[in-house]
């Protein structure tokens, strides 16, 4: 953990307004490997475990497939670790910020999973607090440790942030929303970590026709969430492997690609991928759908009213996408 940390951290069993306190027990080049943060006031301590300060436990992760999937393809998603520029791209177009107003920016990712965006914020020259519930921060850690102390995960529940209030430039929360269990919630909570002036994104799945025409991945949805994880990553497997073929050649062919989004694997097939890529992206992006607990859909037409009703400014929304300024 980087000392910095320490004077955004409050206690969040406590309304979000006592800061907490830190025990040393081992650290390395200016950061805190192994620690303590305290609460004086309801005296709740939390460890800081391999440089990461954890405020949830096991029975808390109802995503531990995120935390496996993360950790597995850790590299695959990350531009300068696989030779693609796919994560710059969306993160720009997704939340409207230009390369130059992030500089020197303090950034909050809300729910990082392996780094992939946060990798982003940080190259572009932002400080950055990259939140995931699940052990996924374990591969975020490792995979922005570049950035020169810059970036911190943090290991704990969106819905009670151990942060401060109006403290950040900017936030966002992409790929996240629809897999928690009370979407609406969260998205009228994360408001308030940004300060006046502060830029929030959220990409979530727009409630639309798919679900409807995607019938093979929602019935096995009906069983995937409650397997064990083995068990979803080997079916997945078992998918990829026998339609993987089928959906590369489909892909190449203009008026019928579209087939693919009705068979029951999620079909990567961007050109800028080499084959062997496309084959780990697919896998990986079908492993994500069968996964998770929650996936939950978004209006983003409500979620523009939402967003207003929380007094925030500048709302623009469209098809699974949101952008807003707190005033």
């Not at 961007?270 to 890529?277: E, G, N, V, Y």
């Not at 759908?289 to 983003?300: A, F, L, S, T, V």
Request: charged share 20%; proline share 6%.
């Amino acid at each position: 953990m980087r000392h910095w940390l320490l004077d955004l951290l409050v206690c969040p069993h406590c309304d979000g307004e006592n800061p907490l306190t830190l025990t040393v027990d081992w650290a390395m080049d200016e950061e805190i490997i192994d620690g303590a943060l305290t609460c004086l006031c309801c005296g709740s301590t939390w460890p800081i475990r391999d440089g990461v300060p954890r405020f949830v436990g096991a029975a808390q992760d109802y995503c531990g497939n995120f935390g496996f999937q993360w950790q597995h393809w850790k590299g695959l998603q990350i531009d300068r670790l696989s030779g693609h520029c796919l994560s710059e791209t969306r993160f720009l177009a997704d939340s409207g910020w230009d390369p130059a107003w992030i500089k020197d920016k303090l950034i909050l990712d809300c729910g990082c999973g392996a780094g992939r965006f946060t990798d982003i914020a940080a190259k572009h020259g932002a400080r950055v607090i990259s939140v995931d519930l699940s052990a996924a921060v374990n591969a975020c850690r490792e995979t922005t440790m570049i950035w020169q102390g810059r970036v911190q995960p943090i290991q704990a529940s969106l819905f009670a942030l151990p942060l401060r209030k109006n403290a950040f430039d900017a936030l966002f929360c992409m790929g996240v929303i629809q897999h928690t269990p009370e979407p609406e919630r969260l998205m009228r909570a994360l408001p308030a970590q940004l300060k006046p002036g502060g830029r929030l994104a959220y990409n979530f799945y727009e409630a639309d026709f798919w679900p409807k025409l995607q019938l093979a991945k929602y019935a096995l949805r009906l069983i995937t969430p409650r397997l064990p994880t083995p068990w979803t990553l080997g079916l997945c497997k078992a998918m990829v492997a026998a339609l993987f073929p089928l959906s590369r050649a489909l892909a190449g062919i203009r008026k019928i690609r579209i087939i693919n989004h009705f068979l029951p694997i999620c079909a990567s097939h961007a050109p800028s991928l080499s084959r062997d890529q496309q084959y780990a992206w697919t896998l990986l992006d079908t492993f994500d759908w069968y996964g998770p607990r929650h996936e939950i859909r978004q209006d983003h037409r409500v979620v523009a009213a939402l967003l207003a009703s929380c007094g925030l400014q500048n709302v623009h929304t469209s098809a699974g996408l949101a952008t807003a300024e707190k005033p």
